[in-house]
DNA sequence: CCAGGTTGGAACAGCAGTGTTCCACTAAGG
DNA sequence: CCTTAGTGGAACACTGCTGTTCCAACCTGG
């Protein structure tokens, strides 16, 4: 993780930006598309992509990393040590829901759980430890099992969201409210 | 669907059961195998396989409706119409568990959507509308949320049991938990 | 026992994706 | 202006999957 790609010349990063974000749209859309696929929809050719990630697997770390990245900013912004742990809980739900396809690729496991297990999941286990000894949220529930519960809801409203089932507005409150009830104790 | 698989001899039904059954496995375990790895998990050779099923589609279909027949009989099993909606919803929680690897292939779209819609999906939009009429089930929650935060637990129940981070009888009861508090008014 | 249904293996052509090399083109900076 | 980093396209060999054909072996019931 000593990689300096943000000290790399303008038209570099620009291009490795479009890559990974091209990448982790198509990927999340379907886990198996060809790097051709991926290349078109960052407006490159397939032979540019290969300059930047020698192969598939570069790639997939490429976009492991900003999973980590985008996962730990959003920890950051919902201060998950301010108040009781079960608020603090449901100021990160709409947070989590803003990392849009990243949650798709988190949750179908195109990138690797190891990367994640390493920094991204831990915050949220921790956070639901606190709950269980404050008593803000439900002791006969496992850590995992809330946690899932979590993050599986996001996944849904995130679904529902891309689908265009429904809008954002309409979805956070119902996802609040659900995880809310489903934790409490 | 108007085919008679059943009144086949003896030895056909049984190969076609074994090819079936292996499909779901290797499926819900990665969206992507090979048919040789599908033939291989069935105990029988790939030429077999292509002559029960032409290609891929067709055997996609075949697990289709095996997924439809076998939704079916959970409904049936948890008397939908019995008592109040959400005892119902909560009965049927342990039955679609049973369904397994089916979860997995409903949930991550390999059995395409309109396979279901057509009578698999239906029986559990109509238990939580009444569950709404009954007021048994919280009418802040629209029913496509609801059915989503049941699925979504029942998929996340299955793939804490398959990596055997947790037994049945752990499981269930904070699956019933969680979803028995989410949807209660 | 033996005829028909059932099977598996080998071999084939076709196709799509991968990773590589090479070369010509462009545009931005010194 | 002219160098140079960055790019895209064409072509290539290679791999793995697909769907097909053909044939030898096998049981299994009549």
Redesign the interface.
């Known amino acids: 993780m000593t990689e300096v790609h943000e000290t790399e010349t303008g038209a570099r990063a620009r291009t490795r930006r479009a890559i990974v974000e091209a990448a982790v749209r198509e990927l999340a859309h379907d886990?198996?598309t060809s790097l051709g696929q991926i290349a078109d929809a960052a407006g490159v050719g397939r032979t540019t992509l290969h300059r930047y990630f020698p192969d598939r697997a570069a790639l997939l770390d490429a976009v492991g990393s900003e999973t980590v990245a985008r996962l730990t900013e959003a920890h950051a912004r919902a201060r998950l040590d301010d108040g009781d742990a079960r608020t603090a809980l449901l100021r990160l739900c709409p947070e989590y829901l803003l990392l849009g396809d990243l949650l798709t690729l988190f949750f179908?496991g195109v990138v690797p759980d190891t990367v994640l297990d390493e920094g991204g999941a831990a915050p949220l286990a921790a956070l639901v430890a606190r709950g269980h000894r404050e008593g803000s949220i439900?002791r006969?529930?496992?850590v995992?099992?809330v946690v899932?519960?979590v993050?599986?809801?996001l996944?849904?409203a995130w679904?529902?969201l891309r689908e265009g089932?429904?809008a954002r507005h309409?979805?956070v409150p119902?996802l609040v409210?659900?995880?809310d009830?489903?934790?409490?104790p």
């Not at 009830?181 to 409490?184: F, L």
């Open positions: 886990a198996a179908t439900d006969e529930l496992d995992d099992w899932g519960v993050w599986a809801q996944y849904l679904a529902t089932q429904a309409d979805i119902m409210r659900t995880v009830k489903a934790v409490a």
